[in-house]
């Protein structure tokens, strides 16, 4: 089976990991310090903003209280968006309040989410769609004049820039995904940035069990060095050095997968436009830099429905992300949002990861192009 997502390791990580269990130490240590350095140099950010975590949905459910969000309060998102995102607004007890997107490149836009802001609503969480950044520029003006806190969620977004920035140093708590499916892959783990080493201090405490800088993770010789201060009820959220020395990998790597996602990605457009029967993504605009993480198609219902179906038996697994949340009856949103319910009616994603062969991509159009659409 071609996968839609697939992580690309090698030598190289496992070479890594050999020298963490050589070390005698896989939990959280030096190797994480110098992961969480060397993605802040990737961001262009301030080592001390950024912190690791266990998961980009752990990162998530930290930044809600981070934040101080909680009871009476509404947080806005796109409907279409991680089921991560939702819960972790829902489980502090604040209410999730979903938003639209726009029609062609599946982001929030200003517009959509100035429509759902009340006098309750404190946060603004979004998603950059497939790795494309939103229009940062209008969501940072609404957020501003509104006085909301953005909460970004990069998880397709490891290395998109809107206007030279990175996306994930615009909001006040930004998360990452490093899981199997990104692309970045630790296995599991996440990434952390705030916008002051104060937000990221606490975060830090949050992640494990609200121990203070001098307990826990560091053995530091002084007397009685087994008593410890509890400076808040945090969980335990830490990434490890197992992890981490994969993720320093893979994060050298980065630019070649990129690379190659970019000419999957273009070879799709070509092969694929001029099927009158689908539409492909809209065009990357020019001041932005798109990750690439995500392939999407448009075809009417039934006819999404049947390629889905036929790819899976020619050996193509295909996907939609994300289904809509405001069609989770769990939440309980009684909003009506047409293109965010248009896009999971009618998008399809298609195998994106730098694991696939040209023979792969060649044998995804070729049965692309032999399907019926009917009439």
Not at 46 to 73: H, I
Not at 238 to 249: F, M, R, V
């Amino acid at each position: 089976m071609i996968n839609v997502f697939q992580p690309a390791l090698g030598a190289e990580e496992l070479d890594a990991v050999r020298q963490v269990f050589e070390s005698n130490w896989p939990g959280k240590g030096d190797v994480t310090d110098r992961f969480e350095a060397a993605f802040a140099k990737h961001l262009g950010t301030d080592r001390a903003l950024v912190r690791s975590a266990n998961s980009c949905t752990e990162g998530l459910f930290l930044a809600v209280p981070l934040l101080g969000l909680g009871p009476g309060d509404e947080v806005i998102l796109p409907s279409i968006s991680f089921v991560g995102a939702a819960n972790a607004i829902v489980a502090s007890g604040a209410r999730a309040v979903f938003c639209d997107v726009d029609r062609a490149s599946l982001n929030c836009t200003a517009a959509a989410i100035e429509a759902c802001i009340t006098d309750r609503t404190k946060a603004v969480l979004i998603l950059h769609y497939g790795g494309v950044p939103c229009d940062m520029e209008a969501i940072g003006e609404l957020v501003r004049q509104h006085r909301l806190l953005l909460i970004e969620d990069n998880a397709c977004s490891v290395a998109s820039l809107f206007r030279g920035a990175a996306c994930g140093t615009f909001g006040d708590v930004s998360v990452w995904s490093f899981d199997s499916m990104k692309a970045l892959v630790t296995g599991d783990g996440g990434m952390i940035r705030c916008r002051t080493p104060e937000l990221a201090t606490r975060a830090e405490h949050l992640l494990y069990l609200g121990l203070g800088n001098k307990s826990g993770l560091r053995n530091i010789v002084e007397t009685r060095w087994w008593e410890f201060e509890v400076t808040c009820c945090g969980r335990r959220g830490i990434l490890n050095d197992i992890a981490s020395a994969i993720g320093i990998e893979q994060l050298r790597k980065l630019p070649r997968f990129l690379a190659r996602r970019k000419q999957i990605h273009e070879f799709y457009d070509r092969e694929l436009s001029p099927a009158s029967w689908l539409k492909c993504p809209p065009p990357v605009p020019d001041h932005s830099t798109s990750s690439y993480y995500m392939y999407w198609i448009r075809a009417r219902t039934d006819r999404r429905d049947r390629l889905a179906a036929r790819l899976r038996q020619d050996g193509i697994y295909t996907t939609f992300r994300y289904f809509p949340l405001h069609r989770v009856p769990f939440y309980g949103a009684d909003e009506r949002l047409p293109h965010a319910e248009q896009a999971a009616d009618e998008t399809l994603c298609l195998p994106l990861h730098p694991s696939l062969s040209d023979e792969d991509l060649e044998h995804v159009v070729t049965s692309i192009r032999r399907f019926d659409p009917g009439v």
